[in-house]
Antibody, heavy 119, light 110 residues
Framework: QVHLVESGGGVVQPGRSLRLSCAAS????????MQWVRQAPGKGLEWVAV????????YYADSVKGRFTISRDISKNTLYLQMNSLRAEDTAVYFC????????????WGQGTLVTVSS | QSALTQPRSVSGSPGQSVTISCTGT?????????VSWYQQHPGKAPKLVIY???KRPSGVPDRFSGSKSGNTASLTISGLQADDEADYYC??????????FGGGTKLTVL
């Protein structure tokens, strides 16, 4: 059974850094592309980043490019999102998601972790 | 990476059908078969209801159907039920291994 559990959210001051983790179970992250998606309070979903199944390719939304880094640790079966130079507009619930192996679609989601950027 | 355009809200009575549109460009919706739809209830994670324009994942009732014409994709929900009341988001591949969501549509079952 596929499970994704995010952690690492919290309150952080503007300009500071935070690292989110996503522990996967029921599958191996080395076999699937993985994504991060966020949702600001009361707003819609926004695609953030993707890492390819072999880890060789990483792509980002323009809004986070140069500030966020997606990575994974195969030994821990865990996905990460390193967020630097945080801004108030980065405040959101961050979802970890698995991309299906047969199409470019997200088939499983975590429950999300809330990041609040505020002084 | 502009968000795809969806109506902010739609509504229908139980048993009726509703259609939600999702308009993009030839660089996303119009250019690829990778358009999907997600249902999100308040406080919950999104749930996949349609992928590859018109395919239904296992467990999703055939009341949910998808289509695409040019740069606009559509989700149709027939035989509306109370539990269908939720937010719905379209999602499309946008080339160069990037993706884009629609702004979301709130479905109200009257």
């Amino acid at each position: 059974q596929v499970h994704l559990v995010e952690s690492g959210g919290g309150v952080v001051q503007p300009g500071r850094s935070l690292r989110l983790s996503c522990a996967a179970s029921g599958f191996t992250v080395s076999s699937y592309a993985m994504q991060w998606v966020r949702q600001a309070p009361g707003k819609g979903l926004e695609w953030v980043a993707v890492i390819s199944h072999d880890g060789s390719n990483k792509y980002y939304a323009d809004s986070v490019k140069g500030r966020f880094t997606i990575s994974r640790d195969i030994s821990k079966n865990t996905l990460y999102l390193q967020m630097n130079s945080l801004r108030a507009e980065d405040t959101a619930v961050y979802f970890c998601a698995r991309e299906a192996d047969t199409s470019l679609v997200i088939d499983y989601w975590g429950q999300g972790t809330l990041v609040t950027v505020s002084s | 990476q502009s968000a795809l355009t969806q109506p902010r809200s739609v509504s229908g009575s139980p048993g009726q059908s509703v259609t939600i549109s999702c308009t993009g460009t030839s660089s996303d919706v119009g250019g690829y078969k990778y358009v999907s739809w997600y249902q999100q209830h308040p406080g919950k994670a999104p749930k996949l209801v349609i992928y590859d324009v018109n395919k239904r994942p296992s467990g999703v009732p055939d009341r949910f159907s998808g289509s695409k014409s040019g740069n606009t994709a559509s989700l149709t929900i027939s035989g509306l039920q109370a539990d269908d009341e939720a937010d719905y988001y379209c999602y499309s591949y946008a080339g160069s291994y990037t993706f884009v969501f629609g702004g979301g549509t709130k479905l109200t079952v009257l």
